[in-house]
Nanobody, 128 residues
Framework: EVRLVESGGGLVQAGGSLRLSCAAS????????IGWFRQAPGKEREGVSC????????YYADSVKGRFTISCDNAKNTVYLQMNSLKPEDTAVYYC?????????????????????WGQGTQVTVSS
């Protein structure tokens, strides 16, 4: 059974930090790219960041560059999203997703490629 299980969400004040985790199971982790999307109420889903499990290449949306860092631990089949300098506009449900490990350099590509498996989401709320 394929599973992506997110954890680490919560309530934090603006300027604070959170680390999200996405634990993967049921598929060959090294063959996939894994990333994070978010969706705020009334807004479209947004690709935040993704990482190739095979070579570690990364992509970040402009809105999070310099504040968020994605990493993966292949031994634990887990991807992390370290979120620093959080802003109220980062408030959303954050979803982990996986897809075949093709190069991703745009948000559009991220939305097309990372579509094989999805987690259930974790809420991140940033208070002002």
């Amino acid at each position: 059974e394929v599973r992506l299980v997110e954890s680490g969400g919560g309530l934090v004040q603006a300027g604070g930090s959170l680390r999200l985790s996405c634990a993967a199971s049921g598929f060959t982790f090294d063959d996939y790219a894994i990333g994070w999307f978010r969706q705020a109420p009334g807004k479209e889903r947004e690709g935040v960041s993704c990482i190739s499990s095979s070579d570690g290449s990364t992509y970040y949306a402009d809105s999070v560059k310099g504040r968020f860092t994605i990493s993966c631990d292949n031994a634990k089949n887990t991807v992390y999203l370290q979120m620093n300098s959080l802003k109220p506009e980062d408030t959303a449900v954050y979803y982990c997703a996986a897809g075949q490990d093709y190069p991703i350099t745009t948000a559009q590509a991220m939305g097309v490629i990372l579509n094989d498996y999805w987690g259930q989401g974790t809420q991140v709320t940033v208070s002002s």
